[in-house]
């Protein structure tokens, strides 16, 4: 006989410091965003610590107590760290939460069906850009005033994964539903392909300068992070991740870094087994 169990960790490194630490909180810690001074970590709890709802927590990257903030799940964390952008565990809303003093606001809707974990904050906080889809329609990325009005598409149906807004939050990098991976302009306009990455790479974030991209490729532990120059295609590998124990480890995902690479944190899965030999059973 055998008994399972699963959790989910996290792992990080805080501004300063160069020893990694767990900075996972209860028994299931997804890390959903990291702010860019790195000193903020905003964390999904499941499973039996979260509930079917899920739960949205705040921790500081030094390890003090997490601070739950509502239900739900997190998907970003806005540039002022006064709100957290999230959606119900059956995600029909996009809902923003306050980190402080204030009441939960629910977006516009308008056509969307369902919305997807991937979703970021503009720079200035005032709007917001997320995978969606719309009512019998595939995928796409929209953005959206934070304030006030509904959500537009910026893709086509079909180009929605890998999310990841460039610095200057002119255009986003995605891939589409054969993994090609495209540049898309936010105003609108044609896409570049973005040939240097293949079909097995999943892209993280932009660099500060904005001409660096952050990639892993087929999941294989550890980890391996490598670093894109769009100008010249030219690939280096950056970190390799995983954590101290890899025993029952399956895999590490929610990759998040700051802008500057200084700080970082990742989540890993961990599935473990216990064998029993079970005696003069009738």
Do not use: C
């Not at 028994?27 to 949205?56: N, P, Q, V």
């Not at 480890?249 to 870094?257: D, G, K, T």
């Amino acid at each position: 006989m055998t008994r399972e169990t699963s959790d989910a960790g996290i792992i990080g490194v805080a501004p300063g410091e160069t020893k990694e630490k767990d900075l996972s909180w209860l028994d299931y810690s997804l890390a959903r965003d990291l702010s860019a001074d790195g000193t903020t970590l905003l964390i999904e709890e499941g499973a039996a610590g979260g509930g079917a709802a899920h739960g949205i927590h705040l921790r500081p990257m030094d390890g003090s107590a997490a601070i739950k903030l509502g239900d739900g799940i997190p998907l970003g964390l806005s540039p002022d760290k006064k709100w957290v952008l999230s959606v119900p565990a059956n995600g029909e809303q996009l809902v923003v939460v306050p980190t402080g003093v204030g009441e939960p606001r629910v977006l516009e809707r308008h056509s969307i069906e369902r919305y997807r974990l991937s979703a970021a904050w503009f720079p200035d906080g005032k709007r917001v850009i997320f995978r969606a889809n719309a009512s019998g329609q595939a995928d796409r990325i929209f953005v959206q005033d934070v304030a006030a009005g509904p959500p537009h598409p910026i893709t086509p149906e079909g180009i929605a994964g890998g999310l990841a807004l460039s610095p200057d939050a002119t255009q986003i990098a995605v891939r589409d539903t054969k993994r090609q991976h495209w540049l898309f302009s936010v105003e609108g306009g044609e896409p570049r392909p973005l040939s240097s990455l293949g079909p097995r790479d999943h892209i993280i974030r932009w660099g500060v300068d904005g001409r660096i991209l952050y990639f892993t490729t087929s999941p294989v532990l550890p980890e391996r992070v490598y670093q894109l120059d769009v100008t010249t295609g030219r690939k280096q590998l950056w970190k390799q991740l995983a954590p101290p124990d890899l025993a029952g480890v399956w895999a590490i995902e929610s990759i998040l870094m700051t802008p500057d690479a200084k700080a970082y944190a990742y989540t890993y899965l961990r599935r473990l087994s216990e064998l029993y030999l079970v005696e003069g059973l009738k």
